[in-house]
């Protein structure tokens, strides 16, 4: 029960009043009228109802009790069964999959439009262009047949470009390991919200991470952006 308390304190303290920041520059409030607010709302639904998680590839979800058991991918998917099932319906599964995996993600948005689209997938090609509840995927090279194809995450606030370039984005995602600024404690895994930061290139794409320190070399991969876009119904 006392970890419980622990944790719903440091998601409020983190999505209302983080590092030092005055509450009306942090506070998540609203998105820009989109389909994207929809999985941005749902996302939020979840963190304000957590009470547990670990990351895990057997996906088990218990709604009552708060109880989120999941990795990246299976947290994507259960937010968009939810919020854009049509969305999810494009991205797919590799053979024998149960759910589509980070490197799916990935490859939806690489192929998807950048303007004109009414539905499905559009693919943000700058980083600081992303808005809550736009999806953040990178591949990794080789792509393996087993095992971790990648990472991907939902944006939670609009991501803000430093002073040497680099851009800070607050993400929602299941890992094995927190970010900077992070609602998991040291050691714990599952779902939580924290502070990733990536480069970008000359046009600016996203192009490189840093997982959770500006201390450490930031990984280079393939990295795309999706937002969600019309023609989805929100399910319960």
């Known amino acids: 029960m006392k970890k419980c308390i622990i944790q719903i304190a440091l998601i409020f303290l983190f ?110 090609l700058k980083l600081v262009e992303a808005e809550p509840g736009d999806f953040i995927a990178w591949k990794r090279e080789p792509c393996p047949r087993k095992g971790s194809t990648g990472h991907v995450a939902i944006v939670m606030k609009r991501p803000v470009k430093e002073k040497d370039g680099a851009v800070r984005v607050v993400i929602l995602d299941s890992s094995r390991s927190g970010h900077a600024r992070d609602t998991r404690r040291k050691g714990d895994s599952g779902v939580g919200v924290g502070t990733v930061w990536l480069r970008v290139d000359k046009s600016g794409a996203p192009v490189a991470v840093y997982w959770s320190s500006r201390k450490k070399k930031p990984r280079t991969c393939p990295i795309a952006i999706g937002r969600v876009m019309g023609g989805n119904a929100f399910k319960r």
Not at 84 to 111: G, I, K, Q
């Open 15 to 124: 999505l209302f009043f983080p590092s030092g920041s005055c509450p009306s520059e942090q506070k998540i409030t609203s998105v820009s009228p989109s389909s994207s607010s929809r999985v941005f709302n749902e996302a939020r639904r979840i963190v304000s109802n957590l009470r547990s998680s670990r990351y895990s590839h057997k996906a088990r979800v218990d709604e009552k009790s708060g109880t989120y058991i999941l990795d990246c991918s299976s947290l994507a998917c259960y937010i968009l069964k939810r919020a854009a099932p049509a969305s999810l319906s494009l991205v797919t599964a590799d053979a024998n999959r149960t759910h589509a995996r980070a490197a799916n993600f990935y490859d939806t948005f690489l192929e998807a439009p950048t303007k004109d689209t009414r539905k499905g997938w559009q693919r943000v």
